[in-house]
């Protein structure tokens, strides 16, 4: 009997994978084949001493359910489900994968661009893939709605049959890859690494540019140095030293052995080799890869790079962007392009596709602690701010952020003029427990960054001043005064009843959420950043903003006279919020460009949404109901309004005022308002249902293709005959 349980015991440990159970949290995971799991025992304690916390995972832990239960059909979706869990277990912010496409499985995506190069490029690959964790709905971002094998498809032909997947692109985490093939790589990259966060930067900027097409007739302008001239002014900080366009790869090598902390070459490539042109100019200007390796810099810059391939890591030629970080001088983390990549010509190369990416990492490299943050933070600047109709435009706006690859360290601190994560401690606030403390202020006065203040029931009378990058968590707390935050924060949980203002803020990265607002001003917003969740909001001015960008979702807004007003704000999202009761302006956009309104609910506010001098905005599957006024649009182009319930408004249900040229309204339920909409100037109606369409009455109007008219002289040439269907 006894030998019979040993043998029962016997074959339950080597029958069924072991699961570890659940570890604590960790800031960053590296993942690894086993060839270098000794070499990067000193790089984890080098992290761990600079607030880290770091663990490293083997492909074969992975694959053989050490830590969670292995899924996935291929090795690639078996690391991105482990991931997943190390997300949503251990409160993961940072994965580096450590290998090349030999040693650690990429992901290619089978997006056609719709380009000439398609025969010759039909996947490329893209390590967002690991990153971009769930869609928009929660659900498992497999980049393979359809199952049948091919990944971030995009019109992918099959048998002259196309494929397109529904793919997130958002990213939940941060990656970097060093793309090592041997360990000297390894030892080379985390020497630069540690090197380059024991010692100070210069301010030194280095930008390498010419003209990206020449005697280009869409617009006669130098991209290559238009570009990098705005990226200077995001960089003012920094002193530019220029070469339009360098003179050879000697004058590149120089300027780097001499000492800049980020270099940036904008221009053509392949695998290999970066190019440029001079002004109009047909002679090539070429840097190889071969002349980074004769570099001797001590000073170990971040390098950003433009051209097709520059970080194609996939095949036995040597790649580019790799060498920089890989190699025994260069830089310490490179950022390009996996596949062939696109720029605007003329003066829209800042404005659309790759090189608005590269102007924005370079807005997020501002306010970013680490370098993970900087490219996370960019990518999803990108994508918020973008809404394409052409296939072609969108694919090439879709290739940009998929192909965008970081070698390098995500963890890595980039900004030090703020202290590292840190493990925490917990310091608690009210209570008779030991050591707590009386109040709020006294508590973060004791504080160090990455702790938790806990602040137990009861009320405080006292005004909260944040300059550490710290959450204060209230359970059934409330304060009586108002916050400040100076630095990074979390504000969870409260009731705030302030006098003038409930919370000041002029910080990036901030959190305020399931807090119970009231005040004259709700929150104030100066030059800041950060997420706006599950609050609820009475007050005259719920959330007014200047200068900044936020993610502002799932709040309730009722009985405010201002719900968000915002001025100068690009960028801002507004989802899933509830807005009800408001007394006048419930959102009110003033030059806030390429904003999002997406999701929520309107109803019996006095003006819904107003967009003022505002521009590329979406505004989407809303529900706008017994509102004084409907949307409105004044001095406003190139908005689309899609896909949005405009009913029972007392006054126009949409209204667009002059000077608001280029707005597309396009398949939205227009239904009982007093005046279903007016327009006074020009602008696309299509596709709407509208309840006072006469082609209801009378079908044989809708049959012979009648209008809808609308009032000053427009039309929708395609009105609906039944309500449409939205998501």
Known sequence: MKLLAMMIAFITLFSFPLVVPKDDNYDLIIITPP???????????????????????TLNEIYDSKYFKCNGRDNPEKIKYFIKHA??????????????????????????????????ERKFISDLYYADIYDANGNFSSWDSNGNGYYGEYEHEINDKKYTDRVDLHPEIAIGRLACRNVMELKNAIRKIMDYESMQSTKNLLLAGGDSYPNDPCGDIPEGQYLEDAIAKEMPDFNAIKLYPPKNAMEINSKIDGGVAIAVLEGAGAQHLWATHEYNGEKWIYYYGWNIRLLRNKEYPIVLTSGA????????????????????????????????????????????????????????????????????????????????NGKVEKAFHIKAAEELELFGDPSMRINKNYAPLNDGKTLYVGGSGNGNYTSIQSAINAANDGDV????????????????????????????????????????GFVINGINYSIKCDSRNFVIKNSEINSYYGLVLNNAGGEIQKNEFECRYAIFMQNSSCIIHENKFYNNW?????????????????????????????????????????????????????????????????????????????????????????HYGLYAGNRSKENQIIRNNIINNAYNARDDDKNKWDGNYWSDYIGLKFKILWMIGIPKYISR?????HPSIEPIKLP
Request: glycine share 6%.
């Open 35 to 57: 060839i270098f799991l000794n070499e990067l025992q000193k790089f984890v304690e080098f992290k761990e001493n600079n607030g880290i916390k770091t663990k490293v995972i």
């Open 87 to 120: 997300y949503d277990e251990w409160h993961i912010r940072y994965i580096l994968l450590v290998g090349s496409s030999k040693l650690l499985p990429v992901r290619y995506s089978y997006l056609n661009d719709r380009s000439s190069t398609w025969e010759y």
């Open 309 to 388: 391939r520059l970080s194609k890591f996939d095949e036995s030629r040597e790649c580019f962007d790799w060498i920089f970080v890989g190699s025994r001088h260069g830089g310490v983390a490179s950022i390009g392009s996996t596949g062939l990549c696109w720029t605007g010509h003329g003066k829209n190369v800042t404005k659309i596709y790759l090189g608005n990416l590269h102007l924005r990492l370079f807005q997020e490299y501002k306010n970013a602690v680490y370098l993970g943050d900087m490219w996370k933070n960019a990518i999803l600047s990108y994508l918020n701010s973008f809404h394409w």
């Open 453 to 492: 203040i806990i602040v137990l029931n009861g009320k405080y009378h006292e005004n909260v001043s944040i300059d550490k990058e710290i959450a204060v968590i209230s359970k059934n707390a409330t304060l009586i005064g108002h916050f400040d935050l100076y630095s990074p924060s979390i504000i969870d």
């Open 562 to 650: 201002y719900g968000i007003w915002a001025e100068h704000c690009n960028s801002v999202a507004i989802e899933k919020n509830n807005f009800s009761s408001n007394r006048w302006y419930t959102i009110w956009l003033d030059r806030c460009d390429a904003s999002q309104i997406k999701n929520n609910s309107f109803y019996k506010n006095w003006y819904s949404i107003f967009l003022y001098h505002t521009n590329d905005c979406l505004i989407k599957e809303n529900e706008i109901l017994h509102n004084e006024h409907g949307p409105q649009i004044v001095a406003s182009c190139r908005n689309i309004l899609e896909n949005n319930n405009i009913c029972f408004n007392e």
């Open 713 to 717: 002289l427009n039309f929708d040439w």
